[in-house]
């Protein structure tokens, strides 16, 4: 009898299977199909069969009458081995499934009828043509070849067996696991698609319910040799430089048996009763304020187990409630009824855990709701505040196949598609958009550009929201104080912005000089069939707290950039004006998330009584790649250095006031030192690059700030940046490191840095909601952007290590000389290209 088992890399992948025993004479021959236990779409590119021939010795017992080994992959294409193989049998010695195997099948001849062999084997597959009257011919021929030709004495022994043939050329190809844990930038798959001859796309499925099969014919005489095994794909010099190979662990993702066995005992069902009266010792009760209060943390498997036995004592702590459900174990029906049933019990939430709670790691729509519910008690203000964050959260609850996919929804109807009713956010937010007309200008704003990106889930997602959004529009009363519908002011405002737009696209394109670009620019904005020098009242959606009337066509001006942004002065109801400055070609998303957390955080210190006259500047986002700003008058610190020698005089020639030693208004001074803490305290939080005295701005009130925000989280295109940016010439225009100014610039920092952290947990709630959006600088490392800014709190230490670390940042930013040299180096440049 014949035993059959498939090896790869020294290791059995199945058991042995064999043919019946048969007694023979002359040749042995068995003519049977042997199935593997195996798929092939399961066989590793090293895959092996090792056949054994077995006999019986004159007594019960089984006899190795000789064995060999052949590899089912071809070496030079991975393609898997089909049709008839002759393979060399080495007597007495049974299979070697070893990688190395000492038992190879492989045929070393250089007869004539090794080479006929091949032939037929390829007339018999079809892959030579088919002529009888020549094929006859041939076959007497070889017939006579055969006989005439003779095997030498060490060609003993052949085993022919038939393998299982298909339509098409079956190709080895790796399943691309997906990378478990935090990840790495840059990585290389594990292996690519070894793709050499093509496979049907069809003929995959059938493989995975194909087995294996063999077919052991006549037993001949011939030599064998060793195959080489393929060769590893090559990696080029420049590839290899800048990834890593990861080798994916199919079980680390899975749970482990034995933990899960142990967290059913612990979390006994039965035991819900007496859970309800425990209460913690004063050492475990240490342990959770410890696990309560660190904020978005990796939860050990004790520490679950540790949240879920005192979850009854934990109502009463509205912060465990996101720790408590990230415990829970959700797959587990009776656990997850469980805490549910504990939602309305726990003490209110704040804001920021609702927002975590919205988050990508809560998908049971009972806790999704929970946070609403808490959202609902915000008032519309605070709403705006986290508006861009909730809005980016919709990706996370909203359930395209309840909107797009029922049975009978044609295509023509997917975008008018309702909200679905689980879809508890879009429903909360489409409800407070629709009766506030400044909520509802951003809440639009924010969903278009959305629906604008080429991906499924601006198709799916944000268009039907955005569709629902305008039809529950179409339904409400005007305004207090407004004679026209939502609806029209929304197109006023459209209209205006796609005007003002095009002008800024046709402005980036023209290939004429600066002059004429402005004069260009001012004759459009003049012409009246354009209809911008003056029109009805319109609600600006940068700022829809202002009412705008028209545009003065003689203070517009075309900026000195590669994209040449342009600035618009707009006359206000009220008469004030209201400078703006569009982009087209520039992606403002990420300068406008970087201008919401600034303006969080100024209202965050204002709430303790700190007022750091910081200057957060609208922004706003109407394309993936346009937008318009608001226009603040400034000059850049680099200009106010090369005019005025320093900025004590530009702050001395703008606010004069002879009654002091600096000769400077004190409320100017006042408004500069503060302003410097805060944007100094800000930037290092978010890990904002590519500072240089040019993006450095300062008013003639004192007021300085930050502007270009397009490299964050740590990010900086020059090597060795500092991580706080802390310019010397700051320092000088508060009258130096040893002045009175200066301390109270550290008094702020420290101040500012302590207030913050303690709202650590919602600015990192805000970045984790924004993991999945377009940001470039959050998509560069998605798993690491909320861990970058959580490194900066240092909230693993206590206040005063905290302060201390801080006032070392201060020190090293004003001692080191890097940024002095790369500032003198960035004004070299600016100088050459001007």
């Known amino acids: 009898m014949v035993t059959v088992q498939v090896y790869a890399d020294s290791k059995p992948l199945t058991i042995p299977v064999s043919t019946p025993y048969k007694s023979f004479r002359n040749s042995r021959k068995w003519n049977e199909w042997l199935e593997l236990p195996i798929k092939f779409s399961q066989l590793p590119l ?41 393979l060399k049998v080495w007597l007495d010695r049974e299979a070697d499934g070893h990688s190395n195997s000492t038992t190879d099948s492989t045929i070393v001849s250089e007869q004539e009828m090794d080479r006929l062999e091949k032939l037929i084997k390829k007339h018999e597959a079809g892959d030579l043509p088919m002529v009888d009257w020549l094929d006859n011919l041939t076959f007497r021929k070889i017939e006579q070849i055969n006989k005439n030709q003779r095997p030498n004495n060490e060609h003993e022994n052949i085993l022919y067996v038939d393998l299982v043939q298909f339509d098409f050329p079956v190709v080895f190809s790796d399943i691309e696991y997906s990378v478990y844990g935090n990840g790495l930038h840059g990585y290389v798959n594990q292996r690519r698609a070894i793709n050499s001859t093509p496979a049907s796309a069809g003929l995959n499925s059938d493989l995975n319910n194909e087995q294996a099969a063999i077919h052991p014919s006549n037993a001949k005489q011939l030599s064998g040799a060793t195959t080489p095994i393929p060769a590893p794909l090559p990696v080029k010099k420049a590839e290899s430089a800048k990834s890593l190979i990861i080798v994916n662990d199919p079980e680390q993702n899975r749970e482990n048996p034995i933990e899960s066995k142990y967290r059913r005992l612990v979390r006994n069902h039965k035991s819900n009763q007496f859970d309800q009266e425990l209460k913690p010792n004063a050492k475990i009760r240490d342990e959770l304020n410890v696990i309560i209060n660190s904020p978005v943390q990796e939860l050990t498997v004790d520490e679950k187990n540790l949240l879920w036995k005192f979850r009854y004592y934990l109502t009463r702590h509205k912060q465990a409630l996101t720790k408590f459900l990230q415990a829970v174990s959700w797959e587990d029906a009776v656990e997850a009824r469980q805490a549910v049933e504990m939602l309305p019990r726990w003490a209110e939430i704040g804001v920021d855990d609702a927002l975590e709670l919205l988050g990508p790691a809560f998908t049971d729509p009972n806790v999704r709701l929970h946070a609403v519910n808490r959202l609902r008690k915000a008032n519309d203000q605070e709403l705006e505040l986290y508006l861009l964050q909730l809005v980016e959260a919709l990706k996370f609850e909203y359930q395209p196949k309840e909107i797009i996919n029922k049975p009978g929804t044609s295509s023509a109807h997917r975008n008018q598609a309702p909200v679905a009713q689980k879809a508890h956010l879009a429903g909360f937010l489409i409800g407070r958009a629709v009766k506030n007309p400044i909520l509802g200008n951003y809440f639009y704003w924010y969903l278009a550009v959305e629906a604008q990106e080429k991906t499924e889930t601006a198709e799916t997602i944000f268009q039907p929201i955005l569709n629902q959004f305008l039809l529950s529009l179409q339904s409400q009363p005007p305004a207090p104080g407004s004679d026209l519908p939502p609806t029209e002011i929304l197109r006023a405002q459209i209209k205006l912005m796609r005007k003002l737009l095009d002008v800024a696209r046709n402005i980036r394109q023209s290939k004429e000089a600066r002059p004429k670009k402005v004069s260009k620019l001012r004759a459009y904005l003049a012409e009246s069939k354009t209809g911008l020098v003056s029109f009805p009242p319109i609600a600006l959606p940068l700022n829809p707290t202002v009412k705008v009337v028209g545009c003065i066509p003689e203070d517009s001006n075309v900026f000195k950039s590669s994209l040449s942004p342009i600035k618009v002065t707009l006359k206000a109801e009220d008469g004030s004006l209201y400078p703006i400055i569009l982009k087209s070609g520039d992606d403002l998303r990420q300068d406008q998330l970087v201008i919401q957390i600034i303006t969080l955080m100024d209202q965050l210190l204002r709430n303790e009584n700190l007022d750091l006259k910081l200057t957060p500047y609208r922004i706003l986002a109407t394309a993936t790649k346009e937008g318009a700003l608001q226009f603040v008058p400034n000059e850049t610190i680099a200009h106010v250095l090369a005019e005025y020698h320093g900025i004590l005089p530009y702050l001395r020639n703008h606010n004069p006031d002879e009654s002091n030693e600096l000769k400077i208004k004190p409320e100017a001074m006042d408004t500069f030192v503060r302003s410097c803490a805060g944007y100094c305290v800000i930037t290092y939080i978010l890990g904002v690059g590519d500072r240089h005295l040019d993006n450095l701005l300062i008013c003639p009130d004192g007021h300085f700030f930050h502007a270009d925000y397009g490299y964050i989280l740590g990010r900086d295109p020059k090597p060795f940046p500092p991580m706080m940016k802390l310019p010397y010439q700051l320092i000088e225009g508060m009258g130096g490191a040893s002045s009175e100014n200066y301390d109270k610039f550290r008094s702020y920092c420290f101040t500012a840095y302590t207030t913050l952290r303690k709202s650590a947990n919602l600015i990192l709630s805000l970045f984790a909601l ?46 080191s000389l890097v940024p002095i040299m790369i500032d003198r180096l960035h004004s070299l440049a600016q100088y050459w290209r001007a």
């Open 46 to 86: 090293t895959s092996q069969l090792a056949i054994t021939i077995w006999d019986y010795s004159g007594g019960k017992d089984l006899v190795c009458y000789g064995g060999t080994t052949v590899k089912l992959f071809q070496s030079t294409d991975c393609t898997i081995k089909t049709g008839r193989q002759k």
């Open 770 to 815: 924004m993991t999945e959006s377009s940001i470039p600088d959050i998509m560069f490392e998605r798993e690491k952007a909320v861990q970058k800014v959580k490194e900066k709190f240092c909230l693993e230490m206590t206040e005063a290590e905290a302060m201390i670390h801080f006032q070392n940042l201060i020190n090293a930013s004003v001692n």
